[in-house]
């Protein structure tokens, strides 16, 4: 049986204490955290709103909160994006890695591949197969975990609009067969170059929420 636990998971407690004790380190709150600890900029001002912020930034889509968010720490590979009201998005080479503070929270992503931890799929020349596994807490606090074969195709570069840029990105398509027999969809836009991703929506597991974020900033 799944075991309950509190709201917000050790992970994301965690998380949450990486962003916060950022700011202390330097002497005090840092800036990112007295601009955006209480709201989202709103959708339709993020354009504008970003080309004033001189600091890496994120439009992102959760289904619960939606705005432009700016970076709050950064670990490599890992980045943590502050949300507002406890809310935090974690990106892990790029991709969608954890969150806290939804009703919903994915607390772990882990990609394998030959039975070991493995580099994402789009950081490779030519995507293929992969396994994912991962963990989140549902709406009652329980913890599930699942496993998915993945499978990443991408196609020839194209231009994307951003906040910021108009870029030629490669469209990637993303599919997760689920071992629970579900299967979700998505795609990540990725430099043909870098490799790294400049946007991406993906269904963060079997009925779970889609969230979507694009690069206003880049931090890279």
């Known amino acids: 049986m799944p075991r309950r636990r509190s709201r917000l998971p050790a992970l994301a407690v965690g998380l949450l204490m990486l962003w916060l004790l950022t700011g202390c380190a330097n002497g005090g709150n840092s800036p990112l955290v007295g601009l955006f600890s209480d709201t989202l900029v709103p959708s339709g001002d993020q354009a ?26 950064s670990s490599e590979p890992d980045t943590f994006w502050p949300m507002g009201h406890h809310g935090l998005v974690s990106l892990r080479h790029d991709g969608l890695q954890a969150t806290a503070g939804l009703d ?7 990609y394998r591949h030959g039975g070991q931890d493995a580099l994402p799929p789009w950081q490779q ?9 991962r963990t989140w807490q549902d709406t009652e606090g329980l913890m599930h975990s699942l496993r998915a074969e993945g ?3 991408c196609g020839p570069a194209e231009q994307r609009e951003l906040p910021l840029a108009t870029l030629a990105l490669e469209p990637c398509a993303l599919t997760l067969d689920w071992q629970d027999g579900s299967t979700t969809q998505g795609t990540l836009w990725r430099d043909p170059d870098s ?3 400049w946007a991406g929506e993906e269904q963060a597991w079997p009925e779970g929420p889609t969230i979507r974020w694009e690069v206003a900033r880049q931090w890279w």
């Not at 919903?104 to 882990?110: C, F, G, I």
């Open 195 to 197: 490799f790294h991703l």
């Open 104 to 110: 919903e929270d994915l607390l772990d992503t882990r």
């Open 48 to 73: 504008e709103r970003a080309a004033e912020i001189p600091f890496a930034s994120l439009s992102i889509d959760t289904g619960e909160r939606s705005g432009l968010v700016v970076l709050g720490a």
């Open 151 to 153: 499978q990443l195709s």
């Open 125 to 133: 020349q030519t995507p293929g197969s992969f396994d994912l596994t």
